[in-house]
C-alpha cells in the first residue's frame, strides 16, 4: 500500500527498520509507476478504517 513519508512518520511511534524490495515485487510497483499510482497522505489509522469500510 503507497504511503507517503509523512504519514508514515506521523503515524509510527518507535522505527523498526526497512527490508529491501524482492524482484518479484518490483513488478508491482512498475504497474503502479505507470498507472500513474498515487499515496495516501492521511495517517495509517485512517487508512485502515477507510480499507475496513470498503470492505463492509
Known amino acids: 500500500m503507497p504511503v507517503c513519508e509523512k504519514s508514515i512518520r506521523d503515524s509510527v ?14 513488478e508491482g510497483i512498475k504497474v503502479w509507476r505507470d498507472a500513474g499510482g498515487g499515496v495516501y497522505n492521511i ?9 475496513e469500510q470498503s470492505l463492509l
Request: no cysteine; aromatic share 4%.
Open 13 to 26: 511511534q518507535v522505527y523498526l527498520g526497512e527490508t529491501s524490495v524482492r524482484e518479484a515485487g518490483l
Open 43 to 51: 495517517q495509517l489509522k485512517e487508512i485502515v478504517s477507510t480499507i
